[in-house]
């Protein structure tokens, strides 16, 4: 017989504490949507539900950072981390790790607390690591869910990623801006860029600009392939460069980031690709569960799309209609 299970707490009382920026109740949060028991799951889709949707909307700039593996984004995330703090930010960040083959476990987020040593971590930056678990895109099914709790409790919320792929583009669908990372002399990141990846980034930075003439080639040749492209919200694509371990461009680099949350903001675009990021979360899972079959007898991935876009609420309760909905139509349809 197993002891005596904590109880759960009030998902009002937690929403309030996570929105008043107290950290042991961000760390509750989190823990509440890692829980996968029933009673566990109702309780944090009233804590999502009772978040204010005015603050998660515009106040806090999500951001993601993705790039090839070994490109340097623990030591540029430390840079950027320093300049934020210096105006007085207070940053949150998910750090998504391959999944341990024996543990299931990440590591990129033990990374980060190692700088403790360099400054950059106290109470203004919150740390959680979170295992892909091998989902595709690089990104884990938690991390939409849990952006929320960290934009409701941060000024800047970060992503980091496994690494960049050709198809590894979901970064791109649940974050504001998306800062690409590219390393000189490596034709890795030309090619993602070439293969399809070129939708993704809204901010590219070459990293290691330290080493010289490599770096500015690299440069050079990111700022020819972009041209002047235009992003399909109308944004122009810039490319920087800068040394995280020399501390190089790296104000420069922020005020860019910035620069494209403003843009949004004076656009009016945030609040509606908030919408669109959690449609597409709702989708995914509506896709693993149900398969293609699944989401078309639900109006097709088009129709739910324009549909969730439309709607707001937490994202467990509109995933769970259409999830309760789809089985009450099994239950009814000729042989079934």
């Known amino acids: 017989m197993t002891g005596q299970r904590r109880a759960l707490p ?8 996570v929105t008043a920026k107290d950290r042991a109740a961000v760390a509750t949060a989190l823990n509440l949507l890692d829980d996968t028991r ?3 799951r109702r309780v944090a889709s009233q804590m999502l539900a009772t978040l ?13 950072i993705t790039g090839p593996p070994g490109v340097g984004k623990s030591s540029l995330t ?20 391959p999944s341990s083959p024996l543990s299931g476990g990440a ?10 040593g360099e400054g950059i971590a106290d109470n203004s930056v919150f740390v959680r690591s979170l295992a892909n678990r091998g989902a595709f895109g690089g990104l884990s099914a938690e991390v939409w869910p849990m952006s929320l709790v960290m934009l409701a409790a941060f000024d800047i919320v970060l992503i980091e990623t ?11 669908k649940l974050s504001d801006t998306t800062v690409f990372v590219a390393q000189p002399a490596s034709g890795d990141s030309i ?18 600009a330290d080493i010289g003439a490599a770096a500015r080639r690299m440069l050079a040749e990111l700022r020819t392939t972009l041209g002047h492209r235009i992003d399909p919200d109308g944004w122009e694509i810039p490319a920087v460069s800068a040394s995280a371990t020399k501390n190089i461009g790296i104000e420069e680099l922020a005020e860019t980031i910035d620069a494209h949350r403003q843009w949004l903001l004076s656009k009016g675009r945030l609040a509606d690709r908030r919408r669109r990021f959690q449609a597409e979360w709702i989708i995914r899972r509506l896709l693993d569960e149900f398969g293609r079959f699944g989401v078309a007898q639900l109006g097709g991935e088009d129709g739910l799309f324009r549909q969730l876009t439309q709607r707001a609420g937490s994202p467990f309760d509109q995933f769970d209609e259409l999830r309760d909905g789809f089985l009450a139509h099994l239950k009814t349809s000729p042989g079934t």
Do not use: C
Request: aromatic share 2%; hydrophobic share 45%.
């Open 52 to 64: 204010p949707e005015e603050k998660l909307d515009t106040e806090a700039h999500l951001i993601g």
């Open 107 to 116: 590591l990129l987020g033990d990374r980060l607390r190692m700088m403790a």
């Open 10 to 17: 009030d998902p009002e009382t937690l929403a309030g504490s």
């Open 78 to 97: 430390a840079a950027l981390i320093n300049v934020w703090r210096r105006q007085g930010k207070r940053i949150g960040i998910l750090a998504v790790d």
């Open 162 to 172: 496994v690494g960049v792929g050709q198809r590894e583009v979901d970064v791109s």
């Open 191 to 208: 090619q993602f860029l070439k293969a399809g990846i070129m939708e993704v980034p809204h901010v590219l930075v070459v990293n290691k």
């Open 38 to 40: 029933p009673e566990a």
